[in-house]
């Protein structure tokens, strides 16, 4: 059974760089076909695509954010993280990773973790 | 980007009773990659429905998704104590990305 799992810093300053990782466990980050996602979720709203990545180190972004984030791959670990500059309170959010084909909804979700942005 | 306006925004509800969830796009969704998700409180979303009116693996078949183009139907035919939470709509046919999801509509028990 696939299992994904967000880990990192739950506090976070403003102006700092937020920085989550996703480990997946029960299959292979480099299948091919699978692409590795981040969405977000701010406390009582909506879900937000952040981005994604293929194994191969491929990457699309949500054009919103874009200027502030890169994603990135480690096979060798199977994990993918997520890295958000120059954060403010509006980053405040249940970070989740998941995974999905290409123009595929995401199958796979990790639990989510809670970043608070704040001094 | 394609903007997804669910309606309505709280379905007060009984058990037993037959649940219609809207969400419409504000261009033609390709090729009908439209999703649905379910969200109860501390969880993350479990996909429900994949090309409009594919259940996923594990999902009962009252539920069911239709619709194409701008129009998506998300009917829960008789609800279960278990199917109150918030349902999401989710588009992924743009190409490239970004996928947009749905503000989300709260079922609730009345």
Redesign the interface.
Known sequence: QLQLQESGPGLVKPSETLSLTCTVSGGSISSSSYYWGWIRQPPGKGLEWIGSIYYSGSTYYNPSLKSRVTISVDTSKNQFSLKLSSVTAADTAVYYCARHFWRSPFDYWGQGTLVTVSS | ?IVLTQSPGTLSLSPGERATLSCRASQSVSSS?L?W?QQKPG?????LI?GASSR?TGIPDRFSGSGSGTDFTLTISRLEPEDFAVY?C?Q??S??????????TKLEIK
């Open positions: 980007e990659y999703a998700y969880q993350a979303p479990r996909l994949y996923a999401y989710q992924y046919g190409s490239p990305p970004p996928y947009t999801f749905g503000q989300g």
